[in-house]
């Protein structure tokens, strides 16, 4: 050892351990960063549990139809609504579909054509009233939206004595015409608010090619209105599927939908079945739970397109 390295002092930074340092090069407080995540993960906990409470209280009416729908007249009572089933029978699957079956076909029969027919016109009025615009278009916009905000009860009267005088048909044909009506406020509505995020340029390109108002709408805007025409066509659907206060009015037990035939198989006996009103419950809720489950995301995806303009 010489006499220069005896007397050197040695560095203290060169045992030291490096302080971490972030991104931008500042030092990282790894007790505060620890704290954080601490927070972070009791925040997500108590985010899993309260999602899993709400699932729980949705899934409860769930469980105690599914149930009851395969006990026996004698074990189907509110006293045993929570408990398994004693005897697991089909019967009242049986009875509750050869009682809605007829209804359940002309609720079809209904949907279809008045969801088509809706969101075709909701979607000729939102180009019209986002793309093609005239004078006083703002004006007839707020007056369709208005229909949004009458309450069904408030003109059922007149609209009962409007739909007698016209001649139309009860049934079928009359809910038909009611729901493709009442369905045009919101259907113009979504269809607008997407049509004003389609670039003008391109409205503009077909104007420059000659094409009219028709052809502009056929060959430009509908064929990329489909995420549109996805979420109207489930609006509609199930708007119409569930609707029953039109049913009462303007049709019967020998020409109505299903929610009038399940209130019936609910309230017509004397001795009530709840297994047989369980099960018709469950045969009228399947065609809207379908639907959502296979045009779910197409849904949620629909109503995000017309969100943001751009």
Request: charged share 10%; hydrophobic share 50%; net charge positive.
């Given at each position: 050892m010489t006499a220069a390295t005896a007397g050197a002092v040695p560095d203290p930074r060169a045992d030291a351990v490096p302080t971490p340092t972030g991104t931008s090069g500042r030092p990282v407080d790894l007790r505060r960063t620890s704290v954080q995540r601490g927070r972070f993960t009791t925040a997500r906990t108590l985010r899993y549990v309260a999602l899993l409470a709400f699932v729980v209280v949705v899934l409860i009416p769930v469980y105690v139809l599914l149930v009851t729908s395969f006990k026996g007249a004698?074990?189907?009572?509110?006293?045993?609504?929570?408990?398994?089933?004693?005897?697991?029978?089909?019967?009242?699957?049986?009875?509750?579909?050869?009682?809605?079956?007829?209804?359940?076909?002309?609720?079809?029969?209904?949907?279809v054509p008045a969801a088509i027919i809706s969101a075709f016109l909701g979607s000729l009025n939102g180009f019209v009233l986002a793309r093609w615009r005239f004078r006083g278009a703002d004006l007839v916009f707020t007056l369709i939206l208005f229909g949004m905000f009458i309450p069904y009860q408030a003109v059922m009267i007149p609209l009962t004595r409007l739909v007698?005088?016209?001649?139309?048909?009860?049934?079928?044909?009359?809910?038909?015409l009611l729901h493709v009506v009442y369905g045009i406020p919101i259907t113009t509505l979504i269809f607008r608010n997407y049509y004003m995020t389609v670039p003008h340029e391109l409205i503009e390109a077909a104007?420059?090619?000659?094409?009219?108002?028709?052809?502009?709408?056929?060959?430009?805007?509908?064929?990329?209105?489909?995420?549109?025409?996805?979420?109207?066509l489930i609006w509609q659907f199930t708007s119409a599927w569930?609707?029953?206060?039109?049913?009462?009015?303007?049709?019967?037990?020998?020409n109505g939908p299903v929610t009038l035939a399940l209130n019936n198989l609910a309230n017509g006996a004397l001795l009530q079945n709840y297994g047989v009103s369980m099960a018709g419950a469950l045969f009228a809720s399947l065609p809207t739970l379908?639907?959502?489950?296979?045009?779910?995301k197409y849904f949620v995806g629909g109503l995000m397109s017309g969100s943001v303009k751009g």
């Amino acid at each position: 050892m010489t006499a220069a390295t005896a007397g050197a002092v040695p560095d203290p930074r060169a045992d030291a351990v490096p302080t971490p340092t972030g991104t931008s090069g500042r030092p990282v407080d790894l007790r505060r960063t620890s704290v954080q995540r601490g927070r972070f993960t009791t925040a997500r906990t108590l985010r899993y549990v309260a999602l899993l409470a709400f699932v729980v209280v949705v899934l409860i009416p769930v469980y105690v139809l599914l149930v009851t729908s395969f006990k026996g007249a004698g074990d189907a009572s509110p006293a045993r609504a929570w408990s398994l089933p004693q005897l697991w029978t089909l019967e009242n699957w049986q009875g509750a579909w050869t009682a809605l079956s007829p209804a359940i076909g002309r609720s079809v029969q209904m949907v279809v054509p008045a969801a088509i027919i809706s969101a075709f016109l909701g979607s000729l009025n939102g180009f019209v009233l986002a793309r093609w615009r005239f004078r006083g278009a703002d004006l007839v916009f707020t007056l369709i939206l208005f229909g949004m905000f009458i309450p069904y009860q408030a003109v059922m009267i007149p609209l009962t004595r409007l739909v007698l005088g016209l001649g139309i048909p009860s049934g079928i044909p009359s809910l038909i015409l009611l729901h493709v009506v009442y369905g045009i406020p919101i259907t113009t509505l979504i269809f607008r608010n997407y049509y004003m995020t389609v670039p003008h340029e391109l409205i503009e390109a077909a104007r420059v090619d000659g094409a009219g108002m028709l052809r502009t709408y056929w060959s430009v805007l509908l064929p990329i209105s489909i995420p549109s025409f996805v979420v109207v066509l489930i609006w509609q659907f199930t708007s119409a599927w569930n609707d029953f206060l039109f049913a009462v009015f303007f049709s019967s037990s020998q020409n109505g939908p299903v929610t009038l035939a399940l209130n019936n198989l609910a309230n017509g006996a004397l001795l009530q079945n709840y297994g047989v009103s369980m099960a018709g419950a469950l045969f009228a809720s399947l065609p809207t739970l379908l639907v959502y489950i296979i045009l779910g995301k197409y849904f949620v995806g629909g109503l995000m397109s017309g969100s943001v303009k751009g």
